[in-house]
């Protein structure tokens, strides 16, 4: 009844880091789409993807080739790498703690040829989220998460803080603003102004999202990495564990630096993972101990399972393991 839905395939396609499009690139696109396929778009996978959906064989090579001349790739499918995302960061939010598009191109170009040759125990994501409010969902979604952030205190504008009581009240400030940090890190002094215990602040960003002129992420920004995010497979859903609480991200050493990790996190995996099996479901089985030392990451108290609780690296001579954090921490 339907002959030209008989084979139907569907083509992943890479998008631009942070979703950039032109108009005239998207009509581009759907010309093209429309011309080799069945005109039906869909703006974006899970995975990032472009999915272009519904062709028949013959059609799917010139469909190809056709937007690989104006500039275009395949996305990842199966047990490789997959396409990678990234939010639109700092072309259009202030809360931008790092350079998003630039990791994410980092990351892709590097990996490209993982992505269209499938030869990993099963697919492997990248996502990159320029701040903690972690747009791309890369925490519970990426096996590699790196989301922006600082480690210096959070920017105050006394004079802001102080337009925002007065034009939202004292008591409305106090019952959306300062009740509703998770770790009391707020306080609303007599005169409306605000003190920040930064010690104790987690990044989670609501007094920051609904103050946006008097406050602001600190200036020592970076990144966070994550490893092992996912939806359910073998064990059940399962976020990010933290392996590099901070890193600075200024020079071409530094990018070069988080490239090869990534390698190294990929090829431990492909090395010591079962088939079928997500890289935090090989660290659920080998333990994060093992993991770590894999990859050559020391351990450092700052990987927590949560905010505000012990660490949840559980080894022998725990002791001996913090007096060396203490003795690198100390070298600088």
């Not at 102080?162 to 939202?168: I, N, R, S």
């Not at 093992?290 to 022998?316: A, Q």
């Amino acid at each position: 009844m339907f002959p030209e839905s008989k084979e139907f395939h569907t083509l992943r396609v890479q998008p631009p880091a942070g979703n950039h499009y032109t108009t005239k690139l998207l009509r581009q696109l759907s010309n093209s789409w429309n011309k080799w396929g069945s005109g039906l778009i869909a703006f974006h996978g899970q995975t990032g993807n472009i999915m272009f959906i519904g062709s028949t064989s013959e059609n799917t090579q010139p469909f190809f080739d056709e937007i690989n001349e104006y500039g275009f790739d395949l996305g990842g499918a199966g047990p490789c790498v997959r396409t990678a995302m990234s939010c639109v960061g700092a072309a259009r939010c202030e809360q931008s703690c790092a350079n998003e598009h630039r990791i994410h191109r980092t990351l892709v170009n590097n990996f490209i040829d993982d992505m269209h040759r499938p030869a990993l125990p099963y697919k492997f994501k990248f996502k990159v989220s320029g701040c903690p409010n972690d747009c791309m969902n890369s925490i519970q979604r990426a096996d590699f998460a790196v989301i922006g952030t600082w480690r210096d205190d959070m920017q105050v504008d006394q004079k802001e803080v102080k337009k925002y009581v007065e034009g939202h009240g004292r008591k409305y400030t106090i019952d959306n603003v300062i009740a509703r940090c998770p770790t009391k890190a707020l306080s609303l002094n007599d005169d409306d102004t605000l003190d920040v215990d930064n010690r104790n602040c987690v990044r989670c960003m609501h007094c920051i999202n609904v103050m946006t002129k008097a406050l602001k992420p600190g200036k020592d920004r970076g990144i966070t990495l994550l490893i092992g995010g996912k939806r359910t497979l073998k064990i059940g859903d399962t976020m990010g564990t933290v392996i590099v609480p901070f890193m600075k991200m200024e020079t071409d050493e530094d990018y070069e630096k988080l490239r090869s990790l990534a390698a190294t996190v990929i090829d431990f995996w492909a090395e010591n993972g079962l088939e079928h099996e997500r890289c935090g479901e090989m660290i659920e089985r080998i333990g994060l101990v093992n993991f770590l030392e894999g990859i050559g990451i020391d351990v450092d108290p700052h990987m927590i399972t949560h905010p505000r609780t012990g660490s949840y690296i559980r080894m022998d001579e725990w002791d001996q393991e913090a007096a060396k954090w203490n003795e690198r921490k100390q070298a600088g």
